[in-house]
């Protein structure tokens, strides 16, 4: 960039500003560009003002200057151009050093997205660049300055004297002031408790509990909104209209970026116009709203089931918006009710029964995360006898004891082979109100055995509902053994699929979304509150919580909220959320790391002779050994950055801006559980890296374990199915007749309905998607995001021991010794594979790829 000689010590500097223009993301907003056009002519422009790092004058700022020629570099307005590159022209004074941040000011009509700004030379220094990735609203839109910072990280004991004013002011402006409405302009981040998922002044049956602020349904804390209160219940905040997705309040900067948004709602359509269909029962050929036979099912992916003609298309045109029916097309010109073909069923229509992959996918499934080593026969319970009675296992000796292998039952316990798979204590409680509604199900114990190949096989399912006298009774069960023919194998795929059930639910609510999407909000919150963009921390966590807020937001708009999407599909119903609230009391974040998780599972056992220090139980745990290598390229990384800036413990203890944002997620975001004895103190590095290790896992390996496997495992509904709606056949019955004479019938009549089947496999569907933008773990959006050396270069050996991890993954997955890979339906395990060397190659539903943060 040029530099020219002026007067006394001054020079011109130049520089290049890389924007998005509103009208390139919105170009039929003809209007605004037309005002910004008589704004820049008026000479209301674009100003930005340098500010030295290093000046010995406290926070001097250099003269204001302005983006050039706005107008001739406006693109057509029919081209929707990616960026646009600006000029600008800056006096810099010698004396004052170098650039450390920026003022900048938009004194146009409409908003814009700031990339980046880049001076090529500063006199004496040499090239600086920001890092914005912002959008800056018009100037009257601010009560405060928005600044930019020099993409270089400093403690806040480090920061240069003429920056530390405004790098304190931004963390004001960013908390807010507690109270309000915020708008689309606003950038606060605030906390808020799940008071906005019911709708109560509709009646009754919409309105949900508050989730947070209290010992009986404690939660994690969402972003706060301000929107006024319902009429009918104080406490509870008002719901802005289903169609209303885009007025969703998070931060503007933490919203999708424009080509997810729009694939997002493009897919959002489809479902949601799905939920509008009660015409699309009569399209069935005998049984309204059920599923016949298998074959109809598999109609469901290849097109058989098309858009309704005559009345029913009237009635669609009805109910469904014509600006949401032009969305019912997709862009591959696939109707709406035309599914992908699920990986699960791709090589095998019937493998998906087969006892030996259900319970495979217990180890390589989508919910690979509950299974438990048995340690105790019969299984016991947690469950507080004084309320719920005897709740121990009614599984005996007898019904196991001759499928061990020739073991008895404690040398099967003592040889770590025994395993169970348990939904008896979460569910238990919260059964007979499920069973109340439509819904009719047990709470589950599943053991199974592990043999000599690696593999597990199935030993009883035991399916358990309260005594009718009461709960403090006990519970009532039945013990289901597996069997090949007659009416017991049928009898027995049915107690699988209760299971399945049972594990699809507690998926959904509680491994997905409790323990990645709700979790980690509240760091997100507490990060941008308490930690400048100049900490290091907030360089290290920023990638990890891109979009996050954002599809949580989204979630509790359309998906977990009263007669939401989760509601309509799966078992536990209105129950859902408030179930997940009870099941948060038990969360204890450093059990959140992966091998203190399969430590306190049972799943791996202390062994020093094994790398990170504990041996498998189960060699083929394709989850725990993949996620193994996973975690620990994560731990060196985090080490060895967070080791570069904190050179002892003390400065971790004296870094104040630390000490505040981990006092924060304890008190505030995490407030419920604040008086937890597990919560570290955050005085030492140790406590430092093993908490970002966990944020980062939680966030990205951990959430792509659970969620991008949902359409490959679950897009075919009777291998997971969500609902159940009769209870298992007795005998003397009608429904124990036709268990005998028509057994698919009898199954698909008790699993998931059609209409809650289409629903839910477009849910799945979207939710596994990566998008074509996806950042996958050990990538960057920028290769220049900070001026260290030694974070980029630790960053760098991150990337390539992912791309070894790959490898490796790949490798086992062709051993054909290790049957858990690929089981029966021969789907190998690429969940934790990091998709690091085809990055931007593939979106979609590819089954593999782990995004840096939880975007979907």
């Keep these: 960039m040029e530099v020219k ?39 209301r422009g674009v100003s930005l003002q340098l500010i030295s790092a290093n000046s010995p004058n406290p926070g001097p700022i250099g003269e204001v200057a302005y983006l050039e020629k706005w107008v001739s570099t406006i693109s057509s307005l029919t081209t929707p151009a990616t960026h646009v590159e600006f000029s600008i022209t800056f006096e810099w004074d010698e004396s004052m050093g170098v650039p450390g941040a920026f003022i900048i000011k938009n004194h146009h009509h409409s908003q814009f997205y700031l990339k980046t700004l880049d001076i090529e030379h500063i006199p004496g220094h040499g090239p600086v660049k920001f890092l ?3 959008w800056i609203y018009p100037v009257h839109r601010y009560a405060n300055d928005r600044v930019f910072f020099a993409n270089k990280a400093y403690l806040p004991c480090q920061t240069p004297e003429p920056l530390r004013r405004f790098r304190e002011q931004e963390l004001i402006v960013l908390r807010g002031k507690g109270f309000g409405r915020l708008k689309e302009w606003d ?16 009646g009754p049956n919409n309105a949900r509990p508050v989730l947070g602020g209290g010992s009986e349904f404690p939660y994690p804390r969402r972003g706060r909104t301000g929107r006024r209160h319902t009429k009918t219940d104080a406490k509870t905040e008002s719901r802005l209209h289903i169609l209303c997705v885009k007025k969703v309040y998070v931060p503007r900067d933490e919203q999708f970026g424009h080509v997810k948004f729009s694939d997002f709602l493009a897919y959002a359509v489809k479902s949601v116009s799905q939920v509008l ?10 049984t309204p709203n059920e599923f016949d036979t298998f074959k109809d099912v598999l ?69 690979p995360v509950i299974i438990q080593r048995l340690q105790e026969f019969p299984p016991v319970s947690k469950l507080d006898p004084k309320v719920y009675g005897d709740q121990a296992s009614s599984i005996r000796a007898i019904h196991i004891e001759n499928s061990l292998d020739g073991f008895t039952i404690n040398e099967a316990i003592q040889e770590m082979r025994l395993f169970i798979l348990d939904h008896h204590d979460a569910l238990m409680p919260y059964i007979s109100r499920i069973n109340s509604t439509n819904t009719k199900t047990y709470a589950s114990r599943t053991l199974l055995f592990l043999q000599d190949d690696g593999t597990l096989k199935p030993l009883a399912i035991e399916l358990s509902l309260p005594h009718p006298q009461g709960n403090q009774h006990g519970a009532v069960s039945k013990v289901i053994v597996p069997a090949k023919e007659g009416i017991a194998a049928s009898v027995w795929q049915l107690a699988k699929a209760y299971v399945a059930v049972n594990d699809s639910g507690y998926h959904q609510l509680v491994s997905h979304w409790l323990h990645s999407h709700a979790v980690i909000e509240p760091f997100i919150i507490a990060t941008h509150r308490q930690l400048s963009i100049l900490h290091p921390i907030h360089k290290l966590l920023k990638p990890h919580f891109k979009d996050t807020m954002h599809i949580n937001a989204l979630a509790r708009h359309t998906l977990i909220n009263a007669g939401g999407v989760l509601e309509k599909t799966v078992f536990p119903g ?46 083929d745990y394709p989850f725990a050994v993949d996620g ?41 975001g995490h407030g419920d559980l604040k008086d937890r004895p597990w919560w570290s103190e955050m005085k030492c590095r140790e406590e430092l890296i093993q908490s970002c290790t966990i944020i980062i896992w939680l966030a990205s390996a951990f959430h792509a374990a659970v969620n991008f496997g949902q359409y490959p495992y679950a897009g075919y509904l009777p291998n997971r199915p969500t609902v159940s709606r009769r209870f298992m056949p007795e005998s003397g019955t009608p429904e124990y007749e036709e268990i005998k004479s028509n057994p698919e019938l009898a199954f698909l009549k008790t699993i998931t309905a059609q209409l809650q089947t289409l629903l839910g496999v477009s849910l799945i569907e979207i939710l596994s998607r990566h998008s074509t933008e996806e950042v996958y773990l050990g990538q960057s959006e920028n290769t220049e995001w900070t001026l260290d050396d030694e974070p980029l270069k630790a960053f760098a050996r991150f990337s390539e021991k992912l791309l070894e991890i790959e490898n490796n993954i790949m490798e086992r997955n062709k051993d054909k010794r290790l049957k858990n890979r690929s089981g029966p339906v021969k789907m190998p395990y690429t969940l934790l594979y990091p998709n690091t060397s085809d990055y931007s190659k593939e979106g979609g539903l590819t089954g593999k790829g782990i995004p840096n943060s939880i975007s979907i």
């Design 187 to 202: 950038r606060v981040y605030d906390y808020a408790y799940y008071n906005d998922l019911g709708s109560p002044d509709n």
């Design 299 to 367: 109609n469901i992916y290849k097109g058989c089931i098309k858009l309704p003609s005559g009345p029913a298309a009237k009635k669609l045109r009805e109910l469904v918006p014509f600006e949401v029916m032009r969305e019912l097309i997709r862009n591959d010109g696939e109707r709406f009710l035309k599914f992908p073909m699920p990986d699960v069923i791709k090589e095998s229509k019937s493998a998906w029964r087969t006892d030996e992959e259900f319970a495979r996918e217990m180890l390589a499934g989508v919910n």
């Design 574 to 619: 209105k129950f859902s959320m408030e179930m997940s609230a009870v099941i948060y009391k038990s969360w204890v974040f450093p059990e959140q790391a992966l091998p203190a998780d399969l430590l306190k599972r049972g799943m791996a056992v202390p062994n020093s002779s094994y790398r990170h220090g504990l041996k498998l139980v189960i060699e």
């Design 628 to 668: 193994l290598e996973i975690w620990e390229a994560i731990e060196t990384w985090v080490t060895e950055y967070c080791n570069f800036y904190y050179t002892s413990n003390e400065m971790v203890e004296e870094d104040y801006e630390l000490q505040n944002w981990w006092n924060e997620v304890r008190n505030e």
């Design 132 to 134: 914005c990735n912002s």
């Design 277 to 286: 269909l009660p015409g699309i029962t009569s399209l069935c050929d005998k």
């Design 5 to 43: 000689q002026k007067l006394g010590r001054r020079r011109e500097v130049r520089g290049r500003v890389i924007v998005m223009k509103k009208g390139f993301l919105d170009f039929h907003d003809i209007k605004a560009n037309v005002l910004d056009r008589v704004h820049e002519l008026l000479g």
